[in-house]
């Protein structure tokens, strides 16, 4: 039985990727919100997980979020998850 990384990893790793693959525009706003919503905050730090809440409200007025308003908040979850706040 094979398990995929994405299952195994933990919900910081997972957060990461998507928003790096968010930033290299390889996943739209929807699916970065999607995803986001899918994974959850259980299993992160209070200062994480209020990042990641923080990044899904901008992401919830609609699709056409600009980019340029997203990007330092992204940055800013990235760096917070990695770093573990």
């Known amino acids: 039985m094979s398990t995929s990384p994405e299952r195994t990893a933990s919900p910081?790793?997972?957060?990461?990727?998507?928003?790096?693959?968010?930033?290299?525009r390889h996943v739209d706003n929807a699916g970065l919100r999607r995803e986001l919503t899918?994974?959850?905050?259980a299993g992160l730090g209070a200062g994480e997980a209020e990042v990641v809440r923080e990044l899904l409200a901008e992401l919830e007025g609609s699709d056409s979020v600009a980019r340029g308003a997203l990007e330092p908040l992204v940055r800013e979850a990235i760096e917070a998850l990695a770093i573990g706040v």
């Open 38 to 41: 899918a994974i959850g905050t």
């Open 12 to 24: 910081e790793d997972r957060i990461v990727g998507l928003l790096s693959h968010w930033l290299a």
